[in-house]
C-alpha cells in the first residue's frame, strides 16, 4: 500500500518536473477527497522545506463552465505559495509546464483573519483589496484527465497566477465584464457573476473549507476566487491580455 507521503512526493515531483502522471485512482480507485486534501498538504510541506512561503489560496470550479470543462462538478481549493506568483506583464514559460491553461479570475487580498462559517458582508469586512487576475492550472495528470481526488491531491491544478492593480475592498466585482484575448482575439468572454453569483460567495466557501483543515485566512493571504470562463490552453509566441471592466487589465506573453 502506498502512502500518502509517497503519493504527495508523486504529484510534487510531477509538478515540479512537468512530466505527466497517471491518475493516482488508476491504481488507487477507492482514494477519497479526504486523503487527496492530506496528500495535497503534504506535497506543500515540501514546497515549503525547499524555501517556499505561504501566499494564500486558490478556489476551484466555482463556475458551471469550469465544471462542466472538467467533468467535475464540486467546489475544491488549493494552497498558493510566492513561487507560484507570476510577474504580471511579464513572460511565461512553456517548458515548465506539462499543459498549462489560463482562466481570468478575481483576487481578494485579506485583511482580517477570517475563518469557517461566515456571511457574505462578514467576508467582505475582511477583505483588504480587490484585484483583476488570471490563474495557470496545469493538471499534472496525462490528458488532462483526472477524478475528483486526483485534482484535489494534485493543488487543484493550481500552477501559477497574475494580480493585476490593487482596487479598493469595497469595488463591486460581483457582475464584471471580463474578456480575454489571446493575440488580440477574444477567446473566452464572461462575467465575474459567473463565480457562484458573485465572486464574494467564493471567499464565504473558502473560510468554511480550509477551516475543515484546520486553516483560516490570515491577513495578507491572497484568495483566487476561480475562474470565469473555461481555461484556455497556452502554447509559445501567444500574447494574453484579460480586461476586467472597471478593474483594469492583466496580461503576459507565453514563451518557450
Ligand atoms: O477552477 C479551477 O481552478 C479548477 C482547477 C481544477 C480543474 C482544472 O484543472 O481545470
Ligand atoms: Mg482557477
Redesign the pocket.
Given at each position: 500500500m502506498t502512502s500518502l507521503a509517497e503519493l504527495a512526493t508523486i504529484v510534487d515531483e510531477a509538478a515540479s518536473t512537468a512530466i505527466a502522471i497517471p491518475q493516482l485512482t488508476e491504481s488507487l480507485p477507492g482514494l477519497s477527497v479526504e486523503d487527496a486534501y492530506a496528500i495535497q498538504a503534504l506535497s506543500l510541506a515540501r514546497r515549503r522545506a525547499r524555501g517556499e512561503r505561504r501566499a494564500g489560496y486558490?478556489m476551484?470550479?466555482?463556475s458551471r463552465a469550469?465544471m462542466q470543462?472538467?467533468g467535475?462538478s464540486e467546489i475544491?481549493w488549493g494552497r498558493l505559495t510566492d513561487a507560484m506568483r507570476l510577474i504580471e506583464g511579464g513572460d511565461l514559460v512553456r517548458s515548465r509546464y506539462v499543459h498549462p491553461?489560463v482562466?481570468p479570475e478575481i483576487a481578494y487580498i485579506i485583511g482580517k483573519p477570517l475563518e469557517g462559517d461566515v456571511s457574505a458582508a462578514e467576508a467582505l469586512a475582511a477583505v483588504e483589496a480587490v484585484a483583476p487576475a488570471m490563474?495557470i492550472?496545469d493538471?499534472r495528470y496525462r490528458d488532462?484527465k483526472f477524478a475528483l481526488p486526483d485534482?484535489v491531491a494534485d493543488n487543484?491544478?493550481?500552477s501559477g497566477f497574475y494580480v493585476g492593480s490593487w482596487a479598493k475592498a469595497s469595488t463591486d466585482v460581483a457582475n464584471l465584464g471580463i474578456v480575454m484575448e489571446v493575440d488580440g482575439r477574444p477567446v473566452q468572454i464572461g462575467s465575474s457573476a459567473a463565480i457562484l453569483g458573485n465572486p464574494i460567495r467564493s471567499l464565504v466557501s473558502a473560510a468554511r473549507l480550509v477551516a475543515r483543515a484546520g486553516e483560516r485566512l490570515e491577513p495578507g493571504d491572497i484568495v483566487m476566487a476561480?475562474?470565469a470562463t473555461a481555461?484556455y490552453p497556452l502554447t509559445p509566441g501567444q500574447y494574453v491580455r484579460t480586461t476586467f471592466q472597471s478593474l483594469g487589465a492583466v496580461a503576459f506573453s507565453v514563451v518557450a
Amino acid at each position: 500500500m502506498t502512502s500518502l507521503a509517497e503519493l504527495a512526493t508523486i504529484v510534487d515531483e510531477a509538478a515540479s518536473t512537468a512530466i505527466a502522471i497517471p491518475q493516482l485512482t488508476e491504481s488507487l480507485p477507492g482514494l477519497s477527497v479526504e486523503d487527496a486534501y492530506a496528500i495535497q498538504a503534504l506535497s506543500l510541506a515540501r514546497r515549503r522545506a525547499r524555501g517556499e512561503r505561504r501566499a494564500g489560496y486558490k478556489m476551484g470550479l466555482t463556475s458551471r463552465a469550469k465544471m462542466q470543462q472538467v467533468g467535475v462538478s464540486e467546489i475544491i481549493w488549493g494552497r498558493l505559495t510566492d513561487a507560484m506568483r507570476l510577474i504580471e506583464g511579464g513572460d511565461l514559460v512553456r517548458s515548465r509546464y506539462v499543459h498549462p491553461r489560463v482562466e481570468p479570475e478575481i483576487a481578494y487580498i485579506i485583511g482580517k483573519p477570517l475563518e469557517g462559517d461566515v456571511s457574505a458582508a462578514e467576508a467582505l469586512a475582511a477583505v483588504e483589496a480587490v484585484a483583476p487576475a488570471m490563474e495557470i492550472i496545469d493538471s499534472r495528470y496525462r490528458d488532462f484527465k483526472f477524478a475528483l481526488p486526483d485534482v484535489v491531491a494534485d493543488n487543484s491544478s493550481s500552477s501559477g497566477f497574475y494580480v493585476g492593480s490593487w482596487a479598493k475592498a469595497s469595488t463591486d466585482v460581483a457582475n464584471l465584464g471580463i474578456v480575454m484575448e489571446v493575440d488580440g482575439r477574444p477567446v473566452q468572454i464572461g462575467s465575474s457573476a459567473a463565480i457562484l453569483g458573485n465572486p464574494i460567495r467564493s471567499l464565504v466557501s473558502a473560510a468554511r473549507l480550509v477551516a475543515r483543515a484546520g486553516e483560516r485566512l490570515e491577513p495578507g493571504d491572497i484568495v483566487m476566487a476561480g475562474g470565469a470562463t473555461a481555461a484556455y490552453p497556452l502554447t509559445p509566441g501567444q500574447y494574453v491580455r484579460t480586461t476586467f471592466q472597471s478593474l483594469g487589465a492583466v496580461a503576459f506573453s507565453v514563451v518557450a
